[in-house]
C-alpha cells in the first residue's frame, strides 16, 4: 500500500522530475499568441511590425543603430550629475541629447527608429521601447545571446546631463571610472564591447560612412576581439580622426578605445579572454546589456516580457584570423596568458565593404 502511494506521487510528480513542467501562459486577446505574463500580449503587435519592417535586411545598420542606442539613452545617468538612464529621454529630450558630440550620429538611428517609436506610443513608453528594440535587434543577428527584457518603464521626466556618454577618444580610465559610476565592472564593460562585432562608425571619418570595426559586422561573433588585438597598418579612410587608430584589414576601422581596452593592463586579459570564447561572449554581453537596460529603473516595478525575445540564429564559424593575417601579427597584451593560435581564413587579403545604410535602402 505504502509502496502503491509512493509509486502514485512518483507517476504525478514525474514530470517535474523531469524537468518538463511547462509553467502557465496567458492567452492573449488576438487568440494566437501566448505569453507568461498577459501585459506583455500588447508588444506581439509592434515585435512584428519591427521584425518585418525594420530589421528586415537582418543584421544591418537598423539593428546595429538600435543596438547603439540602448547604450546611449541607458549610460545618461550619474550618482552626481543625475539622469534618468534607460528611460527614452534620448529620444523625447532628443533636441538638447543630440547636442552632446558623443551622440553624433544618434539623428540619423532616431529618423529611423522614431517613427515605430511614435507608432507605438499609446503601446509602450520611449524607454521601453528603445529597450525593445536593441533586444529585438539582437534576435536578428546570429551569434548573439537571447537577452531578457522587461517592461514598465515610466515617461522620461527630463534630458539627461551632458557628458556621461563614452568618447572614442576616452582614456581607459576615464571609461572604467564612468561605468563605474554606474555599477559596471571592467569585465562588464569589454563583455559590453561584444557589441562593436555588430557594427561600425559613419562619423568618425564621415567620408566613409558605414566602416565596419571587425571583418563580420552583421555575424555577433568574436572577430572583434581579435580584430582589435592585430597590429594596425591603415586607415581606411582619410585617416587622423578624432578616436581612431590604425587597423588590420582594409575597410575596417578601429577605434581608438577599443584599441587601448585590448592593451591597457586593467583590461588586456578580459579582452584577450573573449577572442576565442563565443559562448563567454554571449553570456557576459547578455547579462551586462540588460543590466544596462535596467538603469536608473527600479527592477521590481518591471514585468518579464523576455519570452517575446526570439532566440537568434545560431553562430556557425569559429574563430580565426583575416586572410594573410596570423599569430605573429597579434599584439600581445596580456602578461599572463598568450593570445590563442587560430587558423587562417584562406584567400587574399579582405577588402571588407561597407555597410549598407538605412536611408541608402
Ligand atoms: C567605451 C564605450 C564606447 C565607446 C567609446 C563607443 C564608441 C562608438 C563610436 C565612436 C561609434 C561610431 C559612431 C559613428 O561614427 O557612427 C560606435 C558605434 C556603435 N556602438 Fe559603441 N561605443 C562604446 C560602447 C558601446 C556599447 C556599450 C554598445 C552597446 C551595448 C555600443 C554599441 C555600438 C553599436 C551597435 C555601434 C554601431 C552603430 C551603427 O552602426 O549604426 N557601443 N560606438
Known sequence: M????????????????????????????????????????????VREDLLENLFDDGCGDAAHGALRLVFHDAIGIDPQAGGGGADGSIATFNATELTFHANTGIDDVLDTLGPFLQKWSHVMTPGDFIQFAGALSLSVCAGAPQVKFVMGRP??????????????????QKILARFGSVGFSPEEVVALLSSHSVAGADDVDPSIPGTPFDITPDVFDTQIFIDVQLRGTLFPGTGGNQGEV???????????????????SATNCIWQSFANNQ??????????????SLLGQNAAALTDCSDLIPAPPPFTGSP????????TDVEQACATAAFPNLPTQPGPPLVVPPIPQADDS
Open 2 to 45: 505504502a509502496f502503491k502511494k509512493a509509486l502514485s506521487s512518483l507517476i504525478i510528480a514525474l514530470p517535474a522530475v523531469l524537468g518538463l513542467v511547462v509553467s502557465p501562459r496567458a492567452t492573449c486577446p488576438d487568440g494566437v499568441n501566448s505569453a507568461k505574463n498577459a501585459q506583455c500580449c500588447s508588444l506581439f503587435q
Open 279 to 292: 559562448k563567454k561572449m554571449q553570456t557576459e554581453f547578455g547579462a551586462a546589456v540588460f543590466k544596462l
Open 155 to 172: 515617461a522620461p521626466k527630463a534630458a539627461s546631463p551632458p557628458d556621461l556618454v563614452p568618447e572614442p577618444f576616452d582614456s581607459v
Open 320 to 327: 580565426s584570423f583575416p586572410p594573410s593575417l596570423s599569430h
Open 246 to 264: 590604425q587597423s588590420p584589414v582594409r575597410g575596417t576601422m578601429r577605434l581608438q578605445s577599443d584599441h587601448l581596452l585590448a592593451r591597457d
